[in-house]
């Protein structure tokens, strides 16, 4: 069974930096596109960006020129790097197949952007 496991979260004041990793127990990677999805306080999960087996990747709006998603195969593991924070990034942040199973939803990551 495939189980992913994301960390890196944290607090940080606006305009900061993290950088967020999703490790996956199985070879999910090699079959799927993969992703990271948030959900903040009182709001839908809803998607970030994605990438593909390949490397090409895919950005919401709101995101888009501050996070970059990135993989590594061979790892098992997937990463989003998020700059120029603000606090309406403020959510917690799960990595899963696009589209999503919901089999594979983990605990998440908590990002807190807060002066």
């Known amino acids: 069974q495939v189980q992913l496991v994301e960390s890196g979260g944290g607090l940080v004041q606006p305009g900061g930096s993290l950088r967020l990793s999703c490790a996956a127990s199985g070879s999910i990677f090699s079959i799927y596109v993969m992703g990271w999805y948030r959900q903040a306080p009182g709001k839908q999960r809803e998607w970030v960006a994605a990438i593909s087996r390949g490397g090409s990747t895919n950005y919401a709006d709101s995101v888009k020129g501050r996070f970059t998603i990135s993989r590594d195969n061979a790892k098992n593991t997937i990463y989003l790097q998020l700059n120029s924070l603000k606090p309406e990034d403020t959510a917690v942040y799960y990595c899963?197949?696009?589209?999503?199973?919901?089999?594979?939803w983990g605990q998440g990551t908590q990002v807190t952007v807060s002066s």
């Open positions: 899963n197949a696009v589209p999503f199973a919901d089999q594979y």
